[in-house]
């Protein structure tokens, strides 16, 4: 069992940045991918961001590419999600989720666990 727990969304304008974090329990994170996903209001749940066990492998979608990195730290047990240059557009609520084949995928139904979310809202 896995637990993920995210923080670091918040409220900023337009071209700002944030930093979420995605802080897992267990022994075992180190094996897992991680994904990050978001959901916005009226819209289905969407991949943003996925990152192999090994951090090797990392893959976005393209409405991201160039503006969020995604990276982790194993001996914390944490993913994170850098996200630079915030459009109005990437208002959502992002979700961490976690992967023990380790691939790093972006189809969220191979994902077995899941945060509870962290809002973030860019204003215009």
């Known amino acids: 069992q896995v637990q993920l727990v995210e923080s670091g969304g918040g409220l900023v304008q337009a071209g700002g940045s944030l930093r979420l974090s995605c802080a897992a329990s267990?022994?075992?994170?180190?094996?897992?991918?991680m994904g990050w996903f978001r959901r916005a209001p009226g819209k289905e749940r969407e991949f943003v961001a996925a990152i192999a066990w090994s951090g090797g492998v990392t893959k976005y979608a393209d409405s991201v590419k160039g503006r969020f990195t995604i990276f982790r730290d194993n001996g914390k047990n944490t993913v994170y999600l850098q996200m630079n240059s915030l459009k109005p557009e990437d208002t959502a609520v992002y979700y961490c989720?976690?992967?023990?084949?380790?691939?790093?995928?972006?189809?969220?139904?191979?994902?077995?666990?899941w945060g509870q979310g962290t809002q973030v809202t860019v204003s215009s």
């Open positions: 989720a976690a992967d023990r084949a380790g691939l790093g995928r972006p189809d969220p139904l191979v994902y077995d666990y």
């Open positions: 267990g022994r075992t994170f180190s094996a897992y991918a």
